[in-house]
C-alpha cells in the first residue's frame, strides 16, 4: 500500500494498523530548533483518545505519545528540534481482535472491507487495519508539532451538528468547548445531543456530524495559484481523514445560494492604513491564497458503519449474508473527529507556511 505521505515542505508519513503493536508518524522537514516537550504534544493526543464518555468508543487506549528521533533532550527534559525527521509512536495496549472474528470474511456495509478487499487481494478484518480511525492519532501528533512552527497561529475547532440537530451559533463560545463531551460551543445544545445521542447508541446505531475548524492568525499570501491552493490542500488533508463525506471553505455551498452582491467580501481601508474585510464568505482564502481572515473549513463526517443493527451483505465467497458488527464503536465518529481536523489544518497550514518562506523569503 503506498500513499501513506501527505504534505511538501511540512510531510507526514504515517504507519501502523488498528490491532497491530503500535501506530505512528515520521515528519519530515521540520525546521531546527523547535522546542516543546512530549507533555505538550500529550495534550493534542488527549482530545482525541477513545473512552472518554459513553458517547464514544469505550476502548480504552492511553494514546502516550513517545518521541524516538529528529530531537535533543536538554537538562530539564525540554526536546529540540535538529532538522531531521521527526518519529513519534503510540502504542496499542486494549486491542479485541476476536470482536472482528465473525467479518472476517463478510464486508461490513459502508465499510472499506470490500474496496480493499478489491484492491489488495488482502484485507486486516481486526478493526479495519488502515482504514481504522485508529489510524489518526498519528495525525494528531504531527499536528501537535505543525502547531509549532506557526508563529501566533491558532486553530480551533468545534462540533456544530450531529444529525439533524445543530448549534445555535448565536451562542458560540470556544471557551465552552472544553466542557462537554462534544467539543460543542453552544451550552444550550448540549443536553440536546446527550438525550440525542443516548437513543442512539441504545438503539445500537450511529448517526454522522459537522466538525468547524477556525485557523485565527494566517497570514496573507499563503498558498499559490493554480494547483497549490491553499483550500484545495485543506479540503483535500480533511478529505483524507476517515469517513469525512464532504468538505467545504467559508460558506462553501451556501455560495450557490446567494447573489454576487451578498457573497463578495467587500474592503476598506482601516485606521491602520491596511485592508479591512467586511465579511468573510471567501473562509479566508482567495484565489487560492489567504487574505489575513480566520481561515474557516467544515467537514461532513458520515455515521459509524460498524453498528450493532444488521444489515444485509456479501461475503468473500460470494455469499449473500446478514452482518451485524460487534465491539467497541463511536454511536457518533465525529466527536472525535474535532482534534483531527485541527490537526490536518495545522499541518496542512505549516508546510504552506514553510513554502511561502522559501519562495518569497517572508518570515512572518
Known amino acids: ?16 494498523e488498528s490491532h497491530g503493536p503500535a501506530l505512528g508518524c515520521v515528519v519530515d522537514g521540520c525546521p531546527p530548533g523547535i522546542r516543546f516537550s512530549e507533555a505538550g504534544l500529550q495534550h493534542w493526543m488527549d482530545k482525541r483518545k ?96 505543525a502547531r509549532l512552527v506557526l508563529p501566533g497561529v491558532t486553530v480551533r475547532a468545534a ?42 447508541r441504545k438503539a445500537g446505531s450511529s448517526v454522522g456530524a459537522v466538525i468547524e475548524v477556525v485557523a485565527d492568525n494566517v497570514p496573507a499570501g499563503l498558498g499559490a495559484p493554480i494547483y ?8 483535500s488533508n480533511l478529505m483524507s481523514i476517515n469517513a469525512v463525506k464532504g468538505v467545504e471553505i467559508g460558506n462553501g ?25 467586511l465579511s468573510n464568505n471567501a473562509g479566508g482564502v482567495l484565489g487560492g491564497i489567504s487574505t489575513g481572515q480566520p481561515v474557516v473549513a467544515r467537514f461532513a463526517v458520515k455515521p459509524t458503519s460498524s453498528i ?18 460487534k465491539g467497541r464503536h463511536d454511536p457518533c465518529v465525529g466527536i472525535r473527529a474535532v482534534p483531527i481536523g485541527e490537526a490536518m489544518v495545522a499541518c496542512t497550514l505549516a508546510d504552506h507556511y514553510l513554502r511561502d518562506r522559501g519562495q518569497t523569503g517572508r518570515l512572518d
Open 159 to 200: 462540533l456544530v451538528q450531529i444529525g439533524e440537530h445543530k448549534i445555535n451559533r448565536d451562542n458560540w463560545d470556544w471557551s465552552e468547548v472544553d466542557n462537554n463531551p462534544f467539543f460543542c460551543p453552544d451550552p444550550e445544545t448540549v443536553p440536546v445531543w446527550e438525550e440525542y445521542l443516548d437513543a442512539v
Open 228 to 235: 497549490a491552493k491553499l483550500d484545495q490542500d485543506i479540503a
Open 253 to 277: 455551498f451556501e455560495a450557490a445560494r446567494i447573489s454576487g452582491e451578498e457573497n463578495a467580501d467587500e474592503m476598506r481601508i482601516g485606521d491602520d492604513g491596511k485592508p479591512v474585510f
Open 308 to 325: 450493532l443493527n444488521e444489515r444485509r451483505s456479501i461475503d468473500s465467497d460470494g455469499n449473500e449474508v446478514d452482518v451485524r458488527t
Open 50 to 145: 477513545p473512552g472518554q464518555s459513553r458517547f464514544v468508543t469505550q476502548r480504552r487506549e492511553e494514546d502516550l505519545v513517545k518521541v524516538l528521533s529528529g530531537v535533543m533532550r536538554e537538562d530539564d527534559g525540554t526536546l529540540v528540534t535538529t532538522g531531521t525527521p521527526v518519529s513519534m509512536m503510540i502504542e496499542n495496549t486494549d486491542q479485541r481482535s476476536k470482536d472482528y472474528s465473525e467479518i472476517a470474511k463478510r464486508y461490513r456495509p459502508g465499510h472499506a472491507d470490500y474496496t480493499y478487499d478489491v484492491k489488495y487481494g488482502v484485507r486486516d478484518y481486526r478493526g479495519g487495519g488502515r482504514s481504522s480511525a485508529r489510524e489518526t492519532a498519528a495525525r494528531v501528533a504531527a499536528g501537535g508539532l
Open 1 to 16: 500500500m503506498s500513499h501513506n505521505t501527505f504534505g511538501h515542505l511540512f510531510r507526514v508519513t504515517t504507519w501502523g
